[in-house]
């Protein structure tokens, strides 16, 4: 039994040290996630009877090995797979390419070549020695005559000069074969290198096939390097036009291999979340520090209260702040080559149009659909934080539309305006797109110095502010403005706040925040009064009133 085992394991050794297999897989698919990618590749491979290593080259450099999925026939058996960065090999690669093929075939034809001209050129060599040989003789035999004598220096000498004439030729000939011999060995060497050369990973398979043949293999796998995210041009003509929407993707990927016409998916799953369901541990109260902050007293704000009440103000209504020095990128309309599958879990974008998304960490952009979208047009401000007026969109049942956060290009009136953002996961039933900033409606808040004013009242202080807001319309139709200010609240039973004036505004006693919905003729200006009254300790000090 044990000669048997031992003969077993000498025959196992034996069998995997056999010459390995290479073999290039192909991207045929990808399906891409926010924040990583799987691919799905496919090769040929032709498989002698018994045990064989195949070496599997261009997947990507990054991969979860435990991801990695080996499809074959039933007649081949999977028995390992690795996956490594550093694989160093005895044998040389495949050649079976035609391009490596060619320029194999190339190089012997020029090593003969070169054999050739050195054969001849010794021969040249010998024939002078032997020249050189007979004149020594010649001229030691006194039997010769004048005449003989001259017609063998003419020979000699006409043969000598063509036979070194000869020589030269051959080497010149060897010279420039020797240097094309360099060229295709370079040649060769880009060649067997070409499909690698941006790609070290490479997937080490270890199988057993029952009968020899072409066998083919598909390999899937997911990798990290790779991402997409939603982005959207949103181009209207006027604010009485539906809006057109291109729903586009950035898709980047840095896996090492170029995916070359690849059927794209793109997906807001995750497929590296945690899906072990979460359990409820006992959630005990403690004590801790208050930490708190008090600002210089001369601010208006502290440093982050200006963005807190900017986006108490906004509300439902969202005000977005504009860059307007970035690029548009058109891109054609391929939305009847996308089909949109939605589950409970996550949206998936199936494009049936070939794409080339290149290893090289760029965003390349892929157009999914094109949107119209009916909107309502409004004109949005709130001066007491940004002087300017926003111009808003407003859409209705856009849960339908399977939008995701992203980015957006806007295009108001054939000219690019800047960004926004959109953010279909919010509670309320409109989604509100801001257009861009309009300067052609004016905004001014200044404050009425002869209404403002602080006075002490025994222990204590009473500080009053007013302040008018100016609206003027210098478009040429009519504008709805939606119109926002607010007054502070009290959190601490000695401070005492009053509102004195708010020209018939709709107020949230809640949050202090003003609204008037203002109806605009062209050119014509309208004015809202705001006041209120303040009245705390007099020893004590408002750092954001």
Request: aromatic share 8%; charged share 25%.
């Amino acid at each position: 039994m044990k000669k048997i085992t031992l003969l077993f394991v000498l025959f196992s050794a034996i069998a995997f040290a056999q010459k390995p297999i290479f073999t290039t897989a192909k991207v045929k698919s990808a399906t891409v996630y926010f924040n990583a990618a799987e691919l799905s590749q496919t090769t040929s491979v032709n498989l002698p009877a018994g045990t064989s290593e195949i070496v599997i080259k261009n997947v990507a450099d990054y991969l979860n090995e435990n991801t990695v999925q080996i499809g074959a026939p039933n007649s081949v058996t999977v028995l390992s797979v690795q996956f490594t960065q550093n694989y160093i090999s005895e044998y040389e690669i495949d050649e079976t390419n035609p391009a490596i093929k060619k320029v194999r075939d190339s190089i012997s034809w020029t090593e003969k070549e070169i054999k050739k001209t050195q054969i001849d050129a010794y021969s040249h060599q010998q024939t002078i020695a032997l020249l050189d040989g007979n004149q020594n003789v010649a001229g030691a035999n006194s039997g010769l005559n004048v005449a003989e004598l001259m017609k063998l220096v003419d020979y000699y000498k006409a043969k000598r000069t063509e036979l070194d004439n000869n020589i030269v030729a051959l080497k010149e000939k060897e010279t420039k074969l020797g240097q094309k011999l360099s060229a295709l060995k370079s040649k060769l060497e880009i060649n067997t290198q070409k499909e690698e050369k941006n790609s070290k990973g490479k997937l080490i398979i270890q199988v057993m096939n029952e009968v020899a043949g072409l066998v083919n293999l598909d390999i899937n796998y997911i990798t990290n390097n790779a991402s997409w995210q939603p982005f959207y041009d949103l181009r209207a003509d006027n604010v009485n036009s539906p809006i057109n929407m291109m729903y586009k993707a950035q898709v980047t990927q840095w896996t090492g291999i170029d995916w070359k016409k690849v059927n794209l998916t793109l997906s807001s799953g995750n497929p590296n979340q945690n899906n072990q369901a979460p359990i409820l541990s006992p959630w005990f109260l403690r004590y801790g520090n208050f930490n708190y902050y008090r600002g210089n007293v001369n601010s208006k704000y502290k440093d982050g209260d200006k963005q807190n009440v900017y986006n108490q103000i906004q509300g439902s209504a969202a005000g977005v702040v504009v860059e307007e020095d970035n690029a548009v990128y058109n891109v054609a309309s391929v939305s009847g080559y996308t089909t949109i599958q939605e589950n409970q879990l996550n949206v998936s974008f199936d494009i049936d149009i070939p794409y080339d998304i290149l290893s090289n960490s760029k965003p390349h952009s892929v157009a999914l659909k094109d949107i119209k979208l009916p909107a309502t047009y409004k004109y949005y401000a709130a001066p007491r934080v940004e002087k300017e007026a926003f111009l808003l969109a407003e859409i209705n049942d856009y849960s339908k539309y399977n939008l995701l956060p992203g980015e957006a290009n806007i295009i108001f009136e054939g000219m690019y305006v800047g960004k926004t953002n959109i953010n279909p996961n919010q509670t309320s039933d409109t989604l509100n797109l801001s257009m861009g900033r309009d300067k052609k409606v004016s905004i001014k808040r200044e404050k009425v110095v002869d209404k403002s004013g602080t006075k002490f009242l025994s222990s204590k202080k009473e500080q009053t502010f007013t302040f008018d807001i100016t609206v003027r319309n210098n478009k040429k139709e009519m504008v709805n403005m939606l119109l926002k200010d607010q007054y502070p609240l009290s959190t601490d039973k000695e401070i005492e706040v009053e509102l004195l004036e708010s020209n018939n505004a709709k107020e949230n006693k809640e949050t202090g925040i003003l609204t008037w919905d203002l109806k605009l003729n062209p050119n014509e200006t309208k004015k809202i009064r705001i006041s209120y009254k303040v009245k705390y300790p007099k020893d004590k000090v408002i750092d954001n009133l």
